[in-house]
C-alpha cells in the first residue's frame, strides 16, 4: 500500500523514531530502535515507549482496514510485557481481527528478532 507520510506518521511517531516497515489491508508493521532517550531508570526500552510503538502499529493497522480518510481512536488497549529489551531493534504487528462499523478490535505482537516481547489487544472507536 502506497501512502504519503503524511497519512502514516505524525510528530510523535518520528519523535520515538517509529519507522513503518509494511502496511497492508488491516495490518501495520512498524519498527523502534531502541535509543538512549527511549531507555527507563535499568537501561531498558521503557515499556510506555513499546506501549506507544503498540499504539501506533493498532491505529495504522485500522486505516489501513477502514480507509485513511476515516478516523479512529483508541478506546482501550491491554499490554501484556514478556521480556526486557536491552538493545537493538523491535518490530511490531498489529492486525484488525474485527473490522466493525463502529468499534475495531485490534491485536498486536511485539517481537525483537525471534523472541515475544509483548503482545497487546485494543478497541479502537470509528469517529
Known sequence: MELSASLTQSAFSNLIGCRLQRLEQGVAE????????????SGKLHGGAIFSLVDIAMGLACSSSHGF???SATIECKINYIRAVSDGD?????????PGRRTLVVEADVYQDEKLVAKAQ???AVL
Open 30 to 41: 512498524v519498527a523502534l530502535t531502541l535509543e538512549p532517550n527511549l531507555r527507563n531508570r
Open 69 to 71: 480518510d476515516q478516523k
Open 90 to 98: 523491535v518490530l511490531c504487528t498489529a492486525r484488525v481481527i474485527h
Open 122 to 124: 485494543g478497541t479502537f
